[in-house]
């Protein structure tokens, strides 16, 4: 692909490059150079990629994309932003792959695991559509399962991710979206059909700093979408509702407003409701125990309703989808007369969540065993 077509819509300040050239590669690591490639130095935290510039030339790189303009006679392009450089140059070289499938991202605190792999399935079951999830536990493209090391990818990676699902027959994609991504850009350019909002408790102030920062980031999804889904039972829903630009449905438990659940009933063995919207009333069952199942259940009707999937449809995939490995999950105790239950929650909301959740059908002492890491 030539330069000036992996450029395209790119603001660029200055350029030294030829334009003309032959791009075969682009890369953020120098270390992954190779001859043709661009080469594009991002300023990060813990490492500054205009430092390996030399290195990346070194080893034949065409051009090099910098927010910082280098000293001698190298081919360069100058631009303001370096991440949005490189998320905007993926998707132009990948050929704009989300732009032909229909994308769903899910953000929040908690809930974006679980919301994301019970749509997959309700979008196979409804649509017999190969679909594409990419998340916390994995990435996926319909059955096949790729590792992953952060909840939603780098940039470059990402795009690169989204072409093998779009050659490889997926039609949907359904993605985790962490307020990391949103600030480092790492979805920029992607457009999402539906985006869905679970909620915004404490957790990445290592990152964000102040509440009011992770709610800003995570309400630039909103003004990306085209239709949004939002749980108005969390006290920062009206900011992420007002920065939506676009079509919303709201979700909520505990009033009779928009999608609701009514007549909930929490078991050991799952969660029954009644879903309303206006006049449908449909009955909704999982057999994922705790009350946050029910709003993960409501995001997805949500979602599932926006992109056109009735709510007897989604209800009826509903019943047979299963959950996410470690989360509420149950281990088999055969013969002992108490359940024991692994959880990821990791933050002091998610696990106050899943212990008053439990202890609606806990019959007798309730148990915890919980640790923490990650140097926060």
């Known amino acids: 692909m030539l330069l000036k077509e992996i450029l395209k819509d790119i603001p660029v300040l200055e350029c030294t490059a030829d334009l003309e050239d032959e791009i075969t590669a682009i890369c953020y690591d120098s270390r992954k150079a190779e001859p043709g490639c661009l080469f594009v130095a991002v300023s990060g935290f813990a490492a500054d990629g205009n430092r390996f510039v030399p290195m990346a ?162 309400a630039e999804l909103f003004r990306r979408c085209g239709k949004a889904v939002i749980n108005m039972d969390d006290e920062y829903s009206d900011r992420i509702l007002a920065a939506a630009a676009c079509p919303v449905l709201t979700t909520s438990v505990k009033t009779a407003e928009g999608l609701h659940a009514e007549n909930v009933e929490l078991h050991a063995e799952g969660i029954r409701f009644t879903a309303v919207l206006g006049k449908e009333r449909e009955p909704v069952s999982l057999s994922i125990p705790g009350g946050f199942t029910v709003y993960n259940a409501l995001t997805v009707l949500g979602c599932a309703y926006q992109l056109g999937i009735s709510l007897h449809d989604c209800a009826a995939a509903l019943r047979t989808a299963q959950g996410v490995k470690g989360r509420v999950e149950v281990v088999p105790t055969p013969g002992k007369d108490y359940t024991v239950l692994i959880d990821y929650a990791h933050t002091p909301d998610a696990l106050e969540n899943v212990l008053r959740s439990v202890r609606d059908f806990c019959k007798g002492r309730l148990i915890s065993v919980f640790g923490c890491g990650g140097d926060r």
Not at 61 to 81: D, F, H, N, R
Not at 106 to 123: D, E, F, H, M, Y
Not at 156 to 171: E, H, P, S, V, W
């Open 57 to 218: 030339l070194e080893r034949g790189a065409a051009a090099v994309v910098t927010a910082k303009k280098p000293e001698g006679k190298i081919p360069y392009i100058l631009v303001e932003s370096d991440r949005l450089a490189l998320a905007l140059a993926a998707c132009n070289f990948y050929g704009n792959p989300a732009r032909q499938m229909t994308m769903v991202g899910i953000t929040g605190t908690n809930g974006k695991t679980s919301s994301t792999l019970l749509l997959k399935q309700v979008l196979e079951t409804v649509l017999g559509a190969k679909v594409g999830l990419v998340g916390t536990m994995a990435n996926m493209i319909g059955r096949e399962i790729i590792p992953t090391e952060r909840t939603t990818p780098e940039s470059l990676d990402l795009q690169a991710l989204f072409a093998r699902m779009r050659d490889a027959g997926c039609t949907h994609v359904v993605m985790e979206v962490s307020s990391h991504a949103l600030t480092l850009e790492r979805v920029g350019g992607v457009h999402y059909d539906v985006a869905a909002f679970t909620n915004l408790t404490e957790d990445h102030l290592d990152f964000h700093k102040t509440m009011d920062a992770y709610c800003e980031a995570k």
